[in-house]
């Protein structure tokens, strides 16, 4: 049998995993706690992380240790926020004077208080966590094979996103076409509350549509049109970004064309030999090109192109978001070292906004993930984005320059560094990861950046093909 065919059918595991991420995609669009979705996905996360444990072997650890260990660190961490602590100890970290004082002026002083300023927000940080695990503990399971496959199911329901973005953006700002009530109505926000991480998500499907058409086999003819479809998703994908109005995901979008061109590589093992004139298609790529860009110029003059309007247009938004910025990395002086607790930016820094920044709207997050992970975890939050960007940066390095490229586990690994680096410079803009549909995305390219440095045991091996 020719190693590149695969035999195998999709695991339990799989199916299991293909259904959470399903409803994933459809209830995990937005941040907020207030989101009516999460009375199902939360108990659907805890019930698939029983159903992952329940069908975990000691083989499926092979490899998995490290991510397992950040698993726990993180879930820790966000635990320790939420421990009550003796009055006294609590009333000597930094940054609760003020609010010592009006315990004080009601006579509230001996109160045993969490670390982190906002309880609930600290519960539901930590239950947000539930679903990526959910996702990691199934991944870890899957035959390698089966973790390939996640490619083009990811593939599918982030077209679909992006599909019903365009839906939106033709038809009523307030229809029903908009799953959240608070969302950026007559943009398309596609799954998505905010437009943003919408647009992220489909900046993200150009390096996935690479190595989904690099990775093909088989037949001949199979592959061509494999190679086909992810030219027809590239081609409406930039005017679907265009019409989100994210200057973000615009720039999103340059990177991702950028990475794709350094991850694809013309397919390998076709089984059988091109017939006819196999310079057709050399020109396909070029087609492609001259269509995108069509499309997007189609989409400008159409008054569509919203996210290049504004990218030149003349608001202050930008200006505000700097001013904001400052005032917390004041408020990571103000909380350090310890942070002002898990979930609980909202609430210090409306005790430190400067009053020429106060108007009708409260500011729901930092707009820069790692700045507000610095005010809310303080100096261990930093040392562990720290230990996993040097972690990252590694592993990455070894993907990309002493592995062999032309393995399939390797093809995946470099990918999801791709993934993971576009994820990290749009958090540097926004919350993306504050999302569980994104947090589970980036579940799965931690399994992909690892799996092509995965000890197998004997037993695993003889079963599970390098494909």
């Known amino acids: 049998m020719p190693a590149y065919q695969s035999t195998s059918k ?48 000691r083989e499926h650890l092979a490899g998995r240790r490290l991510i397992l260990c950040w698993a726990v660190v993180i879930f820790a961490l966000a635990l320790l926020h939420l421990i009550p602590l003796p009055p006294a100890l609590w009333q000597s970290l930094a940054g609760r004077q003020d609010l010592v004082a009006v315990e004080k002026l009601v006579g509230l002083t001996n109160i045993w208080r969490p670390l982190t300023l906002a309880p609930m927000n600290g519960w539901h940080a930590l239950l947000s966590l539930v679903a990526p695990l959910a996702v990691i503990l199934l991944g870890i399971q899957l035959k390698r094979e089966d973790l390939f496959r996640l490619l083009s199911l990811v593939i599918a329901l982030s077209t679909l996103s992006g599909l019903l973005g365009l839906l939106q953006v033709v038809g ?43 990775t093909a086999r088989g037949e001949a003819d199979a592959v061509r049109m494999r190679q086909l479809v992810a030219a027809a998703i590239a081609i409406v994908l930039v005017p679907l970004i265009l019409v989100t109005g994210s200057r973000s995901g615009l720039v999103g979008a340059v990177l991702g064309l950028g990475a794709a061109a350094l991850l694809y590589r013309e397919p390998v093992d076709i089984r059988t030999v ?27 003059f159409l008054s569509r192109a919203e996210a290049i309007e504004r990218l030149f247009s003349g608001t202050t938004s930008e200006e505000s978001r700097t001013d904001f910025w400052a005032v917390s990395l004041d408020l990571f002086w103000k909380y350090f070292p310890l942070g002002s607790g898990s979930g609980s930016f909202v609430e210090a820094y409306q005790i430190l906004e400067p009053n020429e920044l106060l108007n009708p709207f409260y500011l729901n997050r930092a707009h820069n993930d790692w700045i507000e992970t610095a005010v809310t975890f303080g100096l261990p939050g930093i040392l562990a984005l720290l230990v996993a960007a040097i972690t990252f940066g590694i592993r990455s390095y070894r993907l990309w320059y002493h592995a062999d490229g032309g393995k399939r586990s390797v093809a995946f690994g470099r990918l999801a560094s791709v993934l993971i680096a576009m994820i990290a410079i749009a958090s540097a803009f926004d919350y993306p990861l504050r999302t569980p549909t994104m947090m589970a995305l980036f579940a799965i390219c931690i399994l992909w950046l690892t799996e092509s440095g995965r000890d197998r045991t004997a037993a695993a091996i003889a079963t599970i093909k390098e494909v």
């Open 10 to 57: 999709p695991s339990a595991q799989f199916w299991i995993l293909a259904i959470f991420l399903l409803i994933l995609f459809v209830t995990g669009g937005a941040s907020r706690i207030d989101v009516q979705s999460l009375i199902i996905l939360y108990p659907l996360s805890v019930i698939t992380c029983a159903l992952a444990c329940i069908s975990l072997r």
């Open 172 to 214: 009523d700002p307030n229809s029903s076409l908009y799953f959240y009530r608070i969302t950026n109505n007559g943009a398309a926000v596609g799954l998505f509350a905010n437009r943003n991480h919408a647009a992220t998500l489909l900046a993200c499907l150009f390096p996935m549509l690479a190595v989904f058409a690099a």
């Open 274 to 300: 091109r017939r006819g004139k196999p310079n057709r298609f050399k020109v396909l790529p070029i087609l492609g090109g001259l269509g995108v860009l069509s499309l997007a110029l189609l989409t400008y």
